[in-house]
Antibody, heavy 124, light 110 residues
Framework: QLHLQESGPGLVKPSETLSLTCTVSGGSISSGSYYWGWIRQPPGKGLEWIGSIYYSGSAYYNPSLKSRVTISVDTSKNQFSLKLSSVTAADTAVYYC????????????????WGQGTLVTVSS | QSVVTQPPSASGTPGQRVTISCSGSSSNIGGNTVNWYQQLPGTAPKLLIYGINQRPSGVPDRFSGSKSGTSASLAISGLQSEDEADYYCAAWDDSLMGEVFGGGTKLTVL
């Protein structure tokens, strides 16, 4: 059974960089069938897709966050990471990592496994 | 403000059938498949429906999805108290080149 676990600081100061890591167990991040992504949820609000990455390192981002986001992958550790720069209170949210399935022939694109989420608060 | 719109709330009584709608545009729902996620209180979202109407293993057949034009729907039949949760629709958006989520619908079982 695949398991994803987010880790990183729960408190980040305004203007600094938020850094989170997602560790994947029970399967290889290098499997060519999947992408890996980050989604966030501000307290009491809905879900927002941040970005996704392939094991090769090819990444794409939400246009609204693109200037501040970097997602990277470390296949040797079976991990992928998120960096969000110049954070403000609006970036306070539960951050989830997930496995993204892509089946081009059927036009399927969805997240089938999610981590439990980690709350990151931006405050001085 | 999400580019995909859901009603903020829905409700039903046990045993009833309820539907949750999701409205988008030609660049997302109209041109791509739709997924639905269920988020129970205090937990991570769970995939409920993918590819408009496909259920992952373990999801009861009480849950079904459909799409017509630029709108999609999630139907829950035989409503149960444990179905009380937030439900999100999602789709790829060709204009934004990314995934978009609806704002979510809070389902209350009366």
């Amino acid at each position: 059974q695949l398991h994803l676990q987010e880790s990183g600081p729960g408190l980040v100061k305004p203007s600094e960089t938020l850094s989170l890591t997602c560790t994947v167990s029970g399967g290889s991040i290098s499997s060519g069938s999947y992408y890996w992504g980050w989604i966030r949820q501000p307290p009491g609000k809905g879900l927002e897709w941040i970005g996704s990455i392939y094991y090769s390192g090819s990444a794409y981002y939400n246009p609204s966050l693109k200037s501040r986001v970097t997602i990277s992958v470390d296949t040797s550790k079976n991990q992928f990471s998120l960096k969000l720069s110049s954070v403000t209170a609006a970036d306070t949210a539960v951050y989830y990592c997930g496995r993204r399935v892509v089946v081009v022939a059927a036009n399927y694109v969805y997240f089938d496994y999610w981590g439990q989420g980690t709350l990151v608060t931006v405050s001085s | 403000q999400s580019v995909v719109t859901q009603p903020p709330s829905a409700s039903g009584t046990p045993g009833q059938r309820v539907t949750i709608s999701c409205s988008g545009s030609s660049s997302n729902i109209g041109g791509n498949t739709v997924n639905w996620y269920q988020q129970l209180p205090g937990t991570a979202p769970k995939l409920l429906i993918y590819g408009i109407n496909q259920r992952p293993s373990g999801v009861p057949d009480r849950f079904s999805g459909s799409k017509s034009g630029t709108s999609a729907s999630l139907a829950i039949s035989g409503l149960q108290s444990e179905d009380e949760a937030d439900y999100y629709c999602a789709a790829w958006d060709d204009s934004l080149m990314g995934e978009v989520f609806g704002g979510g619908t809070k389902l209350t079982v009366l």
